[in-house]
């Protein structure tokens, strides 16, 4: 099925640990972005591209790296994990500018210990 | 500043009640405004959207929400909740320069 799909699912990380979380969308989009959800918080940004090797950062970008090397896949990169990054993380495209709504991914949930 | 703000961290209806969800935003020009609903472990999912056409917009569901630009909001409503309505629901706003704000959510209860 058409969509956005990210893996993993669930993972726990110990403080320090590095991982990519993937995001992968069949549908041509040119617009990718991450969000990081926590309670009482809504969806934060964290970083959006709108091409491939173009990216930029959203609100809160510390502590995460992307890159988009191609128009399907969108990697988010945590360097060194901290427990404030225990949350919620989806991935979602979108038509080029994002007027029209996004897909969303099922998300990550990361916990770090 | 906040782009979108939501009235109400919690809402519980009656089963067969009307669904009201509250929806403000701060833009100088008309966005293109959105509402989602994320059922328990799951992803967003789209329930309509806004984008400068007709100013009462019908989604799934049931669910529909009015634009009114001259109070700046962006209402969700449903004439009859039912149980399977429970969930969180977001309001969202698209602006000039690419960037989508979400709402801190508010949490549809529906009480048999």
């Known amino acids: 099925n058409a969509g956005v799909t990210q893996t993993p699912k669930f993972q726990v990380l110990k403080t320090g640990q590095s991982m990519t979380l993937q995001c992968a969308q069949d549908m041509n989009h040119e617009y990718m972005s991450w969000y990081r959800q926590d309670p009482g918080m809504g969806l934060r940004l964290i970083h959006y591209?709108?091409?491939?090797?173009?990216?930029d950062q959203g609100e809160v970008p510390n502590g995460y790296n992307v890159s988009r090397s191609t128009t399907e896949d969108f990697p988010l990169r945590l360097l060194s994990a901290a427990p404030s990054q225990t949350s919620v993380y989806f991935c979602?495209?979108?038509?080029?500018?994002?007027?029209?709504?996004?897909?969303f991914g099922s998300g990550t949930r990361l916990t770090v210990v | 500043a906040q782009s979108v703000t939501q009235l109400g961290s919690h809402v519980s209806v009656s089963e067969g009640a009307l669904v009201l969800l509250r929806c403000n935003y701060s833009?100088?020009?008309?966005?293109?405004l959105f509402w989602y609903v994320q059922y328990p472990n799951q992803g967003l999912q789209l329930l309509l959207k806004?984008?400068?056409?007709?100013?009462l917009v019908k989604g799934i569901n049931g669910f529909e929400a009015e634009f009114k630009k001259s109070e700046t909001s962006f209402h969700l409503t449903k004439p009859s909740a039912h149980m399977s309505d429970a969930a969180e629901y977001f309001c969202a706003v698209s602006l000039v320069g690419n960037q989508f704000y979400f709402g801190t959510g508010t949490s549809l209860t529906v009480i048999p």
């Open positions: 979602a495209s979108s038509s080029y500018p994002p007027n029209y709504g996004y897909t």
């Open positions: 806004y984008t400068s056409a007709a100013t």
């Open positions: 833009s100088s020009v008309p966005p293109y």
């Open positions: 591209s709108v091409g491939a090797g173009i990216t």
